[in-house]
Structure formats: structure tokens, C-alpha cells
DNA sequence: GTGGATGCAAAGAATTTGCAACCAA
DNA sequence: TTGGTTGCAAATTCTTTGCATCCAC
């Protein structure tokens, strides 16, 4: 265990995800602990890819990181995003606040957004015949940065 | 012409998609009519591959609807629509009242959902010092007949 | 006539899968 | 011990691109 250890080393949500894998009945094995660790401490949607750049010190093979998510995304440890031009990113939510995100079109940054008044219409849904309900809603905008100067860089 | 021009013929929607190609500066050719037709007669969000076997005795090719579908996304005569799965489907939104889909994650039936409390929230992200703000929400969860029978099945 | 659009084929990116070796429980 | 998991490589699937030809304007 090396450099990036000491931000997730004993972190909580760490543990609970370790606990829900667990229950779930799946192991807990390195490379899942070590993606684990780079979701936890990237904060905010990832891409595969990064992911797999992120733990290639473990030497974790990126087909790996794509099963990994995949579990975990069915456990409800991570979450889906989707950014506007159609690609996926993964979100560590366990132990964190339900919210939804503000995706600049131009730079890609994203912000978080925590006021959500969707989770009531999930009732509707639910009316309707629906269980299992979710939602997922995106915000999309050109941020002030990128309205500014051309570049797109924030 | 042919078979299914019965449905989308002097359309208004199609008239709609028609101008708004021309004002963008893009040429109205056969295979963007076909497609735009393929879009309207479906009535909902459409996989980019499935428009290919719509339009196929067209004889249009596959890479063609892509690119024909970049522009017309582009245009805002499309939108794209995100499927739990991380698939993208197109809807043709032109001439169309702005709603939701509630999406069967068992069977991928799309049902629309007409209520919007969304568009409020823009102003907050507008707020912000984004511009150009759009959101996208789509609701999951599994429908009445899939809960019934496990075939998932409508 | 001319530049944008298409078809075709090939390249490139993203994602999945088969299987032997491995290791968490 | 043993079945779930991984690495590796190959196969699929999805999407884009180069270029000669074509056709909408």
C-alpha cells in the first residue's frame, strides 16, 4: 500500500461499500478495494478510463474496472452518469447526499447541484404501476468560464 | 416513394424539420428526408441502428444516419435520450410538447411523462452564470407487466 | 458548376467474452 | 478446497473517418 492510500485508508464510505459487496455476496478482493479507492477519491463522475489510469499502479486490468463497475452499479454503489455527448461516467454514492449535476457543454466541468424537487415525482411513476423507481436528470449549460474565452479551458 | 409515406406525408412536422435543415444551411437530400420520416412514424426514442432498418429501402447507409443525426442534433431537431443500459436513442422533438420518459429497465418500453417541474430549476443553474442551460430527466424503474411475469415481456 | 452529402470500406474506440490461473472465504 | 474473480487476448459492438462519386442548390 502506497501514495494514495492516505486519503481513503479507513474511510467510512469505504467501509460501507466493503459491507455492501459483502452482503451482496461478491468479494472483496484488491483491485475492487483499489477501485474502490479511486472512485471514492476522484469526488464527482468518472470515466472508465480514468478509472483504470487511476489504479494502474495495482496493475488492474481495465476489463476488470469494467466488470467492477458493473457490479457495483447493480449493488448500488455506484451510479451512472451521462454526459451530452452520450458517453457514461460512474459516481461513488454510498454515503452521500442525493443531487444531480450541472455539466458544462464546452469544458466538461461539472458542478453539483443539491436542491432536487424530482424525487416527488417519483410518486407518479410509482402510480402508475412502476417499482424500482429512479431517475436521473442532468443539467447541461455553458459555464461562465467558457463563456467568457473560446477555449473552453475553466 | 413508397410504402410508408402514408404516415409522414406534407406532415407539418416534417415541413417543420425541413426548414429549420434549409435555415441551418444544410441540404434537404433524400436519405435526411427518410430518415426525418423514420423518426416521426416511430413516435418516440429510436436506436440509431434501428432508424438504419427503417430507412434501408432507402438504401442509406448506416455511417450516413450518423452523421445525418450529429447534424440534426445539432439543430435541435433531435435530442438524445439516455437508456439505464448507457445506450443513446434519438427522439424527434420538433413541433413537440417538451416531456419525460419513464423507462421499463426490463423490458425498455418508453412511456411519456407530460409533468415538468424541471424547466424551473434552469433559472437556478441560469443563476449560476451558465448559459444555454438544458436539462435531461428520465425516470427508471420496472413496469406492471414485468413485475407480473419475469419475461420481461409487455 | 460547385461544395456539401453520400456510400463504401477501413480504421478507431468502446465494451464484452472465453478460458486458464489465481485467491478470498 | 472451491467457486468467484482476474488477466490476457481475442472477439464484438459502436462510432468515426478518408476519399471518390454524386447530387442539391
Redesign the interface.
Known amino acids: 500500500m502506497s501514495t494514495d492510500d492516505h486519503i481513503t485508508e479507513n474511510d467510512p464510505r469505504l467501509d460501507q461499500a466493503l459491507a455492501m459487496l459483502h452482503q451482496a455476496r461478491h468479494r472483496v478482493t484488491q483491485p475492487r478495494v483499489a477501485i474502490l479507492k479511486a472512485l471514492i477519491e476522484h469526488e464527482g463522475p468518472i470515466k472508465i478510463e480514468d478509472i483504470h489510469q487511476k489504479v494502474e499502479a495495482h496493475n488492474c486490468d481495465l476489463a476488470t474496472v469494467y466488470r467492477c463497475i458493473a457490479a457495483f452499479e447493480k449493488i448500488g454503489i455506484v451510479r451512472?452518469c451521462?454526459f451530452?455527448d452520450?458517453s457514461?461516467l460512474f459516481e461513488f454514492v454510498v454515503g452521500g447526499e442525493h443531487h444531480h449535476h450541472?455539466i458544462?457543454?464546452s469544458c466538461q466541468k461539472v458542478?453539483n447541484?443539491d436542491?432536487c424537487?424530482?424525487a416527488?415525482?417519483?410518486r407518479?411513476?410509482?402510480d402508475?404501476?412502476?417499482?424500482?423507481?429512479?431517475?436521473?436528470?442532468?443539467?447541461?449549460?455553458?459555464?461562465?468560464d467558457c463563456?467568457e474565452d473560446r477555449s473552453g479551458n475553466p
Chains 1, 2 share one sequence.
Open positions: 451512472r451521462f451530452p452520450g457514461s450541472i458544462c457543454t458542478e447541484l436542491v424537487v424530482v416527488g415525482l417519483e407518479l411513476v410509482h402508475r404501476g412502476y417499482s424500482n423507481v429512479s431517475h436521473m436528470l442532468e443539467f447541461f449549460g455553458t459555464c461562465e463563456s
